[in-house]
Antibody, heavy 121, light 111 residues
């Protein structure tokens, strides 16, 4: 059974860089059929797509976050990573990684449990 | 403000049928892009319940159904059960933004 697990610091100071890793188990991140994405959810609010990556390294970012985002893939470790720079309190959210099927317009069919990241001094 | 518009809340009694809408425009739902629906129970990650407008993943009860017409999509739930109480989100792709987009979510209350 596919499993995605997010990990990283739960507390980040304003203006610093948020860094998260998503480890994929039970399946290969190098599958030609899938993209791998990050989605976030501020407390009490809705879902926001952050960006996607294909195993070959091509990336797709939310235009509203593009200047601050870097998503990378490490196929040897079967994981993807997210870096979000210059964070503010507005970046406080539960961050999910998810598998996307059907290309960049497709559905997110498997999700990690999410990790709450708080931006505070 | 979400690109896709969903009503903030809907409610229904056990056994009833409820529907919730997801309204977009000609750059997303009104274009060729499919709509997908997710159920989020309190404190859990979203779960895919409808994809490609009207297809249920394995294990999702046939009480859940989806449709798409023009610039809108709908999720219907029949035979409402207490366990259906959750937040529901629609998702599509927007060509003008070159981005996946979500609706703001609809909170379903089972009375």
């Amino acid at each position: 059974q596919l499993r995605l697990r997010e990990s990283g610091p739960r507390l980040v100071k304003p203006s610093e860089t948020l860094s998260l890793t998503c480890i994929v188990s039970g399946g290969s991140i190098s599958s030609v059929s899938y993209f791998w994405g990050w989605i976030r959810q501020p407390p009490g609010k809705g879902l926001e797509w952050i960006g996607n990556i294909y195993y070959r390294g091509s990336t797709y970012y939310n235009p509203s976050l593009k200047s601050r985002i870097t998503i990378s893939v490490d196929t040897s470790k079967n994981q993807i990573s997210l870096k979000l720079s210059s964070v503010t309190a507005a970046d406080t959210a539960v961050y999910y990684c998810a598998r996307q099927r059907g290309g960049v317009t497709g559905m997110f069919d498997f999700w990690g449990q999410g990790t709450l990241v708080t931006v505070s001094s | 403000q979400s690109v896709l518009t969903q009503p903030p809340s809907v409610s229904g009694a056990p056994g009833q049928r409820v529907t919730m809408s997801c309204t977009g425009n000609s750059s997303n739902i009104g274009a060729v892009y499919d709509v997908h629906w997710y159920q989020q129970l309190p404190g859990t990650a979203p779960k895919l319940i409808i994809y490609t407008n009207n297809i249920r993943p394995s294990g999702v009860p046939d009480r859940f159904s989806g449709s798409k017409s023009g610039t809108s999509a709908s999720l219907a739930i029949t035979g409402l059960q207490a366990e259906d109480e959750a937040d529901y989100y629609c998702q599509s792709y927007d060509s003008s933004l070159s981005a996946s987009v979500f609706g703001g979510g609809t909170k379903l209350t089972v009375l």
